[in-house]
């Protein structure tokens, strides 16, 4: 398994419909647990993986979350990046579109290199 997602229960589904697995989260309690449990036994060879999801051996190396998960891991997602280590995690926008004051990912390398077209 090389992607995860966490997010709400429609887009869990969706995702499994691609072939990734996820978990529901519905609030921040829920999502600071999964998060935790899928980066607290991390092998750097193997990956991470939900311990009691069933997943075996099989390891994650990119989470996908919504915004609003990402909201809600807070300083946890923000600890776990600056680590530089895997799973590398992705935002994307939840069912209800993007979040206010949220930059694309267009807008943000736009701001890096200076330019606007």
């Known amino acids: 398994m090389d992607y ?5 229960g429609e887009l869990v589904t969706a995702f499994r419909f691609a072939g ?3 978990a ?12 935790r449990k899928l ?9 991470a993986a939900l ?3 069933g997943f075996g051996s099989e390891g994650c190396r ?4 919504t915004e609003e998960v990402a909201d809600w891991l807070g300083g946890v997602l923000t600890e776990w990046q600056l680590r530089g280590r895997y799973p ?9 579109g993007r979040l206010p004051g949220r930059k694309t990912l267009v807008d943000s390398i ?4 200076g330019i606007h077209v």
Do not use: Y
Request: hydrophobic share 45%; glycine share 12%; proline share 6%.
């Open 4 to 8: 995860f997602f966490l997010g709400d």
């Open 39 to 47: 980066t607290e036994n991390w092998n750097e060879t193997a990956g």
């Open 51 to 53: 311990p009691d999801a």
């Open 88 to 96: 590398l995690v992705v935002e994307i926008p939840g069912l209800s």
């Open 62 to 65: 990119v989470l996908i979350v």
């Open 20 to 22: 990734v697995q996820g």
């Open 24 to 35: 529901r989260v519905s609030g921040p309690d829920e999502a600071v647990g999964a998060f």
């Open 110 to 113: 736009r701001e890096a290199i």
